[in-house]
């Protein structure tokens, strides 16, 4: 850093000089580089002393930019600085390219990061940044490295400094003449300079086109200044057209448009005006500055409504700037010298609170203030710990706020205002209220209304009292605790019920609206009941005026709903709450009557809606409904939560608990009072409600008003909006009908807004239409993806079940959808969420976050998930698979199913056993689920794919065969699945083409895989000598078994690979394979498994009941042969013997088993028992015929016996 004669000195990183040159720079530049030059302007800065400069040389009396332009260009404020003679950047800071920081006036300056991508695909412009700065690094170790020049030429042409660009692809040019790729880059990087140069020329001469015909007295063409100022408007909400704007001396072309007085070019110039503080807190600044606050306050109080919207406009973008500080214009930290915008914050709203009470300023005007200190002011966030704003106003405006609401618009010298001021005025103070965070600062509070009421209540006559009464009103429609408070001093109710006596009419009017809204709590409903029901009947036969009366109707009503929903509470006599209610459909369906009294009468249905009578009568009055429905659509604001309350009412949204019976009975015991339910309350009663309201058009009736930009769509409102919604979607065949009059629509920002009860109705209701819905029908376009989150939010742990399984459904349909939605989803942190319902003890929650994460699984990142070491997630999907619910097996399976067809490797981690870790208290559950002690093994995955096989639910079987084809694809696994008994599962699943074709063919798919690994050979018939010709050959036509020849033959039959056949004497007959002792004859697979003290039975004990006499010499051979007399295929018939001398009547086989019935009612099964399908009461297979011991114990005679694959089928009759 340097010093000039008595300045300061900035240096300036010649990496992102050329951004903040001048127009008239730039263009010296651009046409320099396209003759062949370096760039003139990128290392050295002038700052004279009236006006900065981006020019090289000796220029100190010399100037190109005036200070406004030289600040947005630079990004700092210059305010401050001493004026130095000379800037310029010091030679030691040029040999470390990107590398020096800024300094200006001794305050260090970060550099604005650079946002680029990568050189090929730039996703992002922080890559383009990052290539810059990788290929600079390459060039100060190397300067003759062409592909590092020509990768930092590219970043630079994405960054859109194209001098820079140009010039270091010359440098490749130099050391590279013939290399025509440099050729091509160099020639389309000019001619799109020369292309942005013209479209700047084009631009510049547009802009001061608009403003010479905006600022010509001597125009009279309208339409011609209408497109103008529609020009200037668009141009300035895009950020290179406002910055073209504010470069060209625009600010100060827009103030002389407003001091024009004209209302056309004073709203083209406040519009201009918001679009270049849009999101940009520097060009706010300077606007700010050059405008003043003063005037921007006067032309929101201004009488013209459309300038004072305008105005309002302006200030709401400014305080976004300031406040949110969006500042697109920075892409890195924002610079230290860009002042610190509270001040301009605190001065504007310090306006906005003068203009309050301000003599002249319009009603509308005030109105506008109201609505930006209620948007400004409160914290977005409770989780925000700095409430200072709030305080600040409270200390400096809360009297001036007060002042508006307690204003009596009928008593003379009081500020113009409507009913819609002192609505905002009260939700205003509630949100002031509510953003205090401790009970010191809500006794503050307390204490400043309570001095602004006794200072109107005392010593200023009855003025003063209506004023004060007029205040209290306020208060309770806002911050209630604070107006209740006010209530409880010495003789205010008594004053009250005193002004409602009075013959003045403005008397009664603030008298009986303030008790209405005192009626609010039962001891004062109570007290006012007793002393002003008569007054308030009075006062509605006998005044002339329609405003008096109805208020004095719906305090009637009000006093009269006291009882709320307890249908044994009646505060007048019976049928009274009627004849209020016909009272105010009258009026609401009275179009002569203003608006504003027509509201009254929708507060007072309200408060009678509590009524299950009244709501009857009401939904069945058309026109009543109509006329509701049309005062929520219109201009008058101030009807919303009088609507809401009243829907609400109708379709029975509100809270409300089913009393515990034990509870009720204790209460009966000793004699409390017990609420009761109106019978016409009922679920049913409700349904029938809900179907009028939605044949009259409810839905649209609450997308308006949800619509409109109001302080009395406050968050109450809304949350009342939220359970209308959610009543009327509550039946799937009423969601279409929502959908298409908007209701989809108008719920996603009650969802994302409001209070958490009311964006968890609105999020439940969003869940029901997505769940019973198309997602993309009912949310079309980018819509769709505002969903998510607030689907999302239904998953926290301190929502409801129901709330939780509706989030899950939904998500599951969004995220079968697309990619995108999946990512959407992922970004929302719900797959932490969803994998923890998945062990949820409730099978519906844990059904339902399985089925998600199905869909889930088609993301990569999910994916990557159950790959991780350490993971149980993958153990937990084959668990489930083997689940005894369908629906949650069928989830878990297609999971498996899709997740071993896109990773390989997941197949093998299947076969992994080991204990799977579950959360704490979790473990015991699915222990016991599954049947062990201390938790779940998954070395039964084989079991649990053959269990999805052998399943008669044709999808659940398809799926088991998908996966199985999938784990086949490596050798190993592969001959683990077919040494077991899958092997012959798919055997038999492949004959089924006719009955089941797409498990048929993923279960021959599996088979061919196995032929190609070598496991088996081709399925030829007769390979296991079932044929029983002696021979393993096939045989294409019918040939005799010889070995038979001769014999009369009584029955036959044919398993999976073994047949047997019983002669007219009796006698049984076996061949073919024995792999299981399906043969009864010797098989060493089972003789290997039986234990030792199984195999060595002596030769003198006697053999269990039905047991063959065969006594075994060793483990692996039958008596009286050696270890190699095993049998494995036996190609001819071979004579069976069973016990006793048993003659067969009839026989079956099944896949690998075998049953015979005896003439005397015995069955006797051999072979393969896995299933139980032998009937032992065991699941062991044998190889000797063991007779069945359950039927001759149940005094049964078996008479015939059919065996399915894997079962067996018996006709047995009482012996």
């Known amino acids: 850093m340097e010093a000039g004669a008595g300045g300061a000195v900035v240096s300036v990183s010649s990496d992102w000089s050329l951004s903040c040159l001048c127009p008239r720079s730039r263009q010296e530049d651009a046409a320099q580089t396209l003759a062949g030059g370096p760039p003139l302007h990128n290392t050295a800065y002038q700052l004279p002393r009236h006006g900065y400069c981006c020019r090289h040389g000796d220029h100190a009396l010399k100037f190109c930019c005036p200070q406004l332009e030289f600040e947005s260009l630079r990004r700092v404020n210059l305010s401050n600085v001493p004026t130095p003679a000379r800037l310029r950047e010091p030679q030691a800071a040029l040999g470390r390219r990107g590398g020096a920081s800024d300094c200006v006036a001794g305050v260090w300056v970060e550099p604005p990061e650079l946002g680029v991508g990568g050189i090929r695909r730039p996703p992002e412009q922080e890559d383009y940044a990052k290539a810059e700065a990788d290929a600079s690094k390459a060039i100060e170790a190397d300067g003759h490295d062409v592909k590092a020049l020509f990768r930092r030429s590219q970043a630079l042409q994405k960054l859109g400094r194209l001098d820079q660009a140009v010039y270091d692809l010359r440098r490749c040019m130099s050391l590279e003449p013939k290399n025509k790729a440099f050729q091509e880059a160099l020639h389309d990087l000019g001619s799109s300079m020369q292309e942005k140069m013209k479209l700047m020329s084009c631009t510049d001469s547009k802009v001061e086109q608009m403003f010479q015909i905006l600022l010509d007295p001597k125009e009279t063409d309208t339409d011609k200044k209408q497109k103008a100022a529609q020009n200037l408007i668009v141009l300035a909400r895009e950020e290179a057209g406002a910055e073209k704007i504010f470069q060209s001396d625009g600010v100060r072309l827009l103030l002389l448009m407003l001091d024009t007085g004209r209302e056309d070019a004073m709203l083209a110039a406040l519009r201009t005006l918001a679009g270049l503080c849009s999101g940009h807190r520097s060009r706010t600044m300077a606007i700010l500055a050059e405008l003043g606050a003063p005037r921007i306050s006067a032309m929101l109080g201004a ?423 959610l009543a009327v979607v509550e039946e799937a065949a009423d969601r279409g009908s929502v959908v298409a009059q908007g209701g989809g629509k108008t719920l996603i920002p009650l969802s994302l807004e409001g209070t958490e009860v009311g964006q968890a109705k609105a999020a439940q209701a969003l869940a029901k239409i997505t769940i019973t819905s198309n997602p993309e029908m009912a949310f079309p376009g980018e819509r769709i993806y505002e969903v998510v989150r607030p689907l999302v939010s239904l998953l926290h742990l301190h929502r409801t079940g129901l709330e939780n399984f509706e989030g899950l459904m939904a998500l599951t349909n969004l995220a079968g959808i697309s990619e995108r939605l999946r990512q959407k989803i992922l970004k929302e942190k719900a797959v932490p969420m969803i994998e923890g319902y998945m062990f949820e003890e409730h099978e519906l929650l844990r059904l339902a976050a399985t089925e998600c994460m199905c869909n889930m699984a088609m993301s990569t990142e999910v994916q990557e998930l159950f790959l991780a070491e350490g993971s149980d997630r993958l153990k937990l999907l084959v668990l489930y698979s083997g689940e005894d619910d369908e629906k949650l097996r069928r989830a878990a399976s297609g999971t498996l199913a899709m997740l071993t067809s896109l990773l390989p490797p997941i197949c093998r981690k299947i076969t992994l056993a080991g204990l799977l870790r579950l959360p704490a208290g979790w473990d015991t559950l699915l222990a016991l689920r599954r049947g062990t002690e201390c938790g779940i093994l998954t070395d039964h995955w084989l079991e649990i794919l053959q269990a999805l096989l052998l399943s008669p639910n044709e999808e659940l079987q398809h799926r088991g065969a998908v996966i199985v084809l999938n784990m086949m694809a490596g050798r190993e696994i592969a001959a683990k699945l077919m040494e077991s008994e899958m092997l012959e599962i798919l055997s038999v699943l492949a004959k089924e083409e006719r009955d089941k074709p797409r498990v048929a063919q993923a279960a021959k798919e599996c088979l061919a895989r196995a032929v190609a690994c070598g496991l088996i050979k081709p399925n030829v018939n007769g390979e296991h000598g079932q044929l029983g010709h002696g021979g393993l050959e096939p045989v294409s036509e019918p040939r005799l078994v010889e070995a038979l020849h001769g014999m009369p033959m009584g029955d036959v039959a044919a398993g999976g690979w073994h047949s047997v056949s019983v002669s007219e004497g009796g006698d049984l007959y076996a061949w073919g394979w024995n792999e299981s002792g399906q043969l009864a004859l010797p098989c060493k697979a089972l003789a290997e498994k039986r234990p030792p003290a199984a195999a060595s039975v002596s030769q003198h004990e006697e053999p269990g009941a039905g047991e063959a006499e065969l006594k075994l010499v060793s483990p692996k051979a039958p008596p009286g042969a050696e270890a190699g007399d095993f049998i494995s295929i036996q190609a001819f018939p071979a004579l069976l013997d069973l016990p006793e001398g048993s003659e067969v009547s009839k026989v079956s086989c099944g896949s690998r088993h075998t049953a015979a019935v005896t003439r005397t009612g015995e069955l006797y099964t051999w072979g393969w028992g896995k299933y139980g399908q032998l009937g032992h009461t065991d699941t062991a297979s044998s190889d000797q015929p063991r007779q069945v011991g359950y039927f001759p114990a149940n005094g049964l005679s078996v008479e015939d016996v059919v065996c399915g694959p894997w079962n067996t089928y018996i006709c047995a009759v009482e012996k």
């Open 303 to 725: 009488e013209h409504e459309q300038v004072s919207l305008a105005a309002c406009n302006l200030l709401q973008v400014m305080f976004d700037a300031l406040k949110e500080g969006l500042q697109r214009d920075f892409r890195g930290k924002e610079e230290a010298l860009v002042l610190d915008p509270s001040k301009e914050l605190k001065l504007l709203i310090a306006h906005l609170l003068e203009m309050l009470t301000r003599e002249g300023a319009s009603a509308h005007g005030r109105n506008n203030s109201l609505n930006l200190l209620i948007k400004v002011v409160p914290r977005k966030s409770l989780r925000d710990p700095n409430n200072s704003l709030t305080l600040w106003v409270i200390d400096q405006g809360l009297k001036k706020i007060l002042e508006v609401g307690g204003t009596v618009c009928e008593a003379p010298g009081s500020l113009p205002a409507t009913e819609n001021s002192r609505m905002s005025a009260a939700v205003l103070l509630s949100k002031l209220y509510g953003d205090l965070k401790c009970d010191a600062e809500r006794e503050t509070f307390h204490r400043l209304c309570e001095d602004y009421f006794r200072s109107w209540f005392e010593g200023h006559g009855l003025a003063g009292k209506l004023r004060a009464i007029q205040t209290v009103s306020c208060l309770l429609q806002g911050p209630s605790e604070a107006g209740n408070q006010v209530l409880e001093l010495e003789g205010i109710m008594e004053s009250v019920l005193a002004l409602c006596a009075s013959v003045r009419e403005v008397d009664q009017l603030v008298a009986v609206e303030a008790l209405i809204h005192a009626a609010d709590k039962a001891k004062r409903a109570s007290f006012i009941t007793a002393n002003g029901v008569t007054l308030l009947k009075n006062i509605y036969k006998c005044s002339g005026r329609d405003s008096i009366r109805i208020r004095a109707l719906v305090g009637l009503c009000k006093l009269g709903s006291a009882g709320g929903t307890d249908f044994s509470m009646k505060q007048f006599a019976e049928g009274s709450t009627l004849k209020l209610a016909k009272q105010c459909r009258k009026w609401l369906c009275n179009e002569v009557v203003d608006a504003g009294t027509r509201r009254w009468a929708v507060e007072g249905l309200a408060y009678l809606t509590f009524d299950a009578d009244v709501k009857e009568e009401f939904v069945e009055d058309k026109a009543a409904v109509q006329a509701m429905f049309q005062l929520a659509k219109s201009e008058d604001r101030s009807v919303l939560f009088a609507v809401a309350s009243t829907l609400v009412n109708c379709t029975n949204s509100y809270d409300h608990e089913e009393p515990d019976p034990q509870m009720l009975e204790l209460a009966k015991y000793a004699k409390q009072h017990v609420p009761e339910q109106h019978p016409k309350d009922e679920p049913g009663c409700v349904r029938w409600r809900v179907h009028k309201l939605l044949a009259a058009g409810v839905v649209s009736a609450l997308t308006c008003m949800v619509k409109s930009e109001n302080p009395a769509l406050t968050n109450s409102c809304r949350e009342l909006i939220s359970r209308v919604f």
